[in-house]
């Protein structure tokens, strides 16, 4: 089921949520998410567990955000050592 952000927030009002990302768009160092399927809500106390094993496109957001956006970090420290 695809929905936009507001209508999760309105489905599932202030919890967390376990959300598949079906389309986002970049905006400097920000994805933005416009359209999700909602897996289902999350317990507060599983909520930090459940968001480092979310398997990729999938994350948990709490729902009393306004918009669903994702903080992209590049660190230009981090660098690869190619082996042999």
């Given at each position: 089921?695809?929905?936009?952000?507001?209508?999760?927030?309105?489905?599932?009002?202030?919890?967390?949520?376990?959300?598949?990302?079906?389309?986002?768009?970049?905006?400097?160092?920000?994805?933005?998410?416009?359209?999700?399927?909602?897996?289902?809500?999350?317990p507060?106390?599983?909520?930090?567990?459940?968001?480092?094993?979310?398997?990729?496109?999938?994350?948990?957001?709490?729902?009393?955000?306004?918009?669903?956006?994702?903080?992209?970090?590049?660190?230009?420290?981090?660098?690869m050592?190619?082996?042999?």
């Amino acid at each position: 089921m695809t929905m936009k952000w507001t209508e999760v927030r309105k489905l599932f009002p202030n919890q967390f949520v376990l959300i598949s990302i079906l389309h986002a768009h970049r905006e400097g160092n920000k994805k933005i998410i416009d359209e999700v399927a909602p897996i289902r809500s999350v317990p507060d106390e599983e909520a930090n567990r459940l968001f480092f094993q979310a398997k990729p496109g999938a994350i948990v957001y709490h729902t009393s955000n306004e918009k669903c956006v994702i903080n992209i970090r590049e660190d230009s420290l981090i660098r690869m050592r190619r082996i042999p």
